[in-house]
């Protein structure tokens, strides 16, 4: 079935470094992409979001990439800070039985070393 | 702006009752408004897509008969959990779309439940 997917379930990196979460989605009619940090019992917080038609967005201190070829995205996140520190779940939208609709990875939980 | 509530933060009921969740658009109109679910340490499950005037979609697997979604305005859907039993204890999450967007979600901030 469709699925959104991730390689890595926890990412560990050092204050200050740049991050990189990785995401492979199966669904080539998805249209829209979204990456969303979530920290402990709150609801999923809005990064960056990219259309299928680009392959690079940028935020403050966030890029996301798409490449449809291989069907793959990820979330560049730069000079990462503690405050980073959370799960991550990249989503996919699109038309599914006639609606749309947001489908979400397994999740990446990424820990800011100090 | 785009900002969603939801009430109660949290709650315990006892197994058999039912509990009604409640889900806010507290600056947009929402057509569309989605529930989730999310078990701990797991991802976001779409439960149902609720549209405002009509009966809600279920995603497969999810029992229409014990999840009923109301989405009476377009700034307020309604999840009740009826005859609940401790493996209905989870996160649930609502998002609402602007009706002026064909794409963004504005997530709430959740509702603990946990049934005894």
């Known amino acids: 079935g469709e699925s959104v997917g991730l390689h890595l379930p926890t990412l560990s990196v050092q204050e200050g470094d740049n991050s990189i979460i990785n995401c492979a989605y199966s669904n080539s009619a998805s249209d829209y992409f979204i990456w969303y940090k979530q920290e402990s019992g709150k609801g999923p917080q809005f990064i960056i979001d990219?259309?299928?038609?680009?392959d690079k967005r940028q935020g403050q201190r966030v890029t996301v990439l798409l490449n449809k070829t291989v069907k793959h995205l990820s979330l560049q996140i730069a000079a990462t800070q503690p405050g980073d520190s959370a799960v991550y779940f990249c989503?996919?939208?699109?038309?599914?039985?006639?609606?749309?609709?947001?489908?979400f990875g397994t999740g990446t939980k990424l820990q800011v070393i100090p | 702006g785009a900002v969603v509530s939801q009430h109660p933060s949290w709650v315990i009921c006892k197994s058999g009752t039912s509990v009604k969740i409640e889900c806010r658009s507290l600056d947009f109109q929402a057509t569309t408004m989605f529930w989730y679910r999310q078990f701990p340490k797991q991802s976001l499950m779409l439960m149902a897509t609720s549209n405002e005037g009509s009966k809600a979609t279920y995603e497969q697997g999810v029992e229409k008969d014990k999840f009923l979604i109301n989405h009476a305005s377009l700034t307020l859907s309604t999840l009740t959990v009826t005859s609940a039993h401790p493996e209905d204890s989870s996160f649930y999450i609502c998002?609402?779309?602007?009706?002026?967007?064909?794409?963004?979600?504005?997530f709430g901030p959740g509702t603990r439940l946990t049934v005894t």
């Open positions: 990219i259309r299928s038609n680009m």
């Open positions: 989503a996919e939208n699109g038309n599914s039985g006639g609606y749309q609709k947001v489908t």
């Open positions: 998002s609402a779309r602007d009706y002026l967007s064909s794409y963004e979600q504005y």
